[in-house]
């Protein structure tokens, strides 16, 4: 068995990482300003709903980076985690952290 890695080409694979690495630094940025504005009088012109949506939202982001960088290193990224079948390198590049494949991910 080939793993993930060797099995696609080496220059997408890159890209990925990259974009993931992007993406999980700009999360980590975004609710470091979120957490920041929550302290300010106002909450730094957020009102509660929207500070908490987004807070939720850079958590979940910080959360699927990770897991998919996490991934990358363990050799299992780019298979789906419900059939093991690869995920269409289309499909990682619109949504790098996808951990499923398209027919799985619907029938969720
Ligand atoms: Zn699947």
């Known amino acids: 068995m080939t793993t993930a890695t060797e099995r696609r080409d080496g220059e997408s694979w890159t ?3 990259t974009m993931l690495e992007e993406q999980f630094t700009l999360h980590t940025h975004r609710l ?16 509660d709903r929207t500070l908490e949506a987004s807070a939720a939202a850079a958590r979940q ?7 998919a960088l996490r991934r990358m290193s363990e050799g299992t990224y780019g298979r789906c985690e ?3 079948r690869p995920i ?5 590049r619109a ?4 951990r499923y ?3 799985c ?3 969720r």
């Not at 982001?61 to 897991?67: N, V």
């Open 95 to 98: 949504q790098p952290h996808a």
């Open 15 to 17: 890209l990925l990482q």
């Open 82 to 84: 419900e059939c093991s």
């Open 101 to 103: 494949c398209t027919p």
């Open 88 to 92: 269409p390198l289309g499909r990682l």
């Open 61 to 67: 982001g910080i959360a699927d980076t990770a897991h």
């Open 32 to 47: 470091t300003e979120l957490t920041v504005s929550a302290r300010l009088p106002r909450r730094g012109g957020y009102d």
């Open 105 to 107: 991910h619907r029938s």
